[in-house]
């Protein structure tokens, strides 16, 4: 029995290590959409998250940079991606509305309201 746990125990190590340095995930991304601030300084991209049968879709919206991705929207139990802007610089996704000048972001993890 405790040779099991043993070989477990590595196994578990070892597909852990893989995935932190591979970047694997459990969770599908599909792409919605991809837009570009009127004045074309900014460009997001939308995503419909599916963590498979006991989790609930959800939207995440990142904000694309030379190549880099900036989570700056992450909403649970949501659906679609409804993204408009506002202007050059504020952007509203969902009815949350964010300043990309100043940095806003978010997260339903972390919703006051």
């Given amino acids: ?5 043993i070989v477990f125990s590595i196994a578990a190590i070892f597909v852990s290590t893989f995935c932190l340095f591979s ?8 792409l919605l959409l991809t837009t570009t601030s009127p004045n ?12 498979g049968a006991t989790v609930d879709y959800s939207i995440k919206v990142y904000l694309i ?3 880099n991705k900036l989570l700056i929207y992450d909403k649970y139990h949501d659906y679609n991606a409804d993204i408009k802007w506002i202007n050059n610089d504020i952007i509203s996704i ?3 509305t964010l300043d990309l000048s100043k940095g ?3 997260d339903w ?3 006051e309201s």
């Fill in 1 to 5: 029995m405790k040779r099991i746990y």
């Fill in 23 to 30: 970047g694997c995930s459990f969770v599908q991304e599909d």
């Fill in 40 to 51: 074309n300084a900014y460009t997001v991209e939308a995503y419909k998250t599916n963590g």
């Fill in 65 to 67: 940079n030379n190549n």
């Fill in 94 to 96: 969902n009815g949350i």
């Fill in 104 to 106: 806003e972001t978010y």
């Fill in 109 to 111: 993890r972390k919703d």
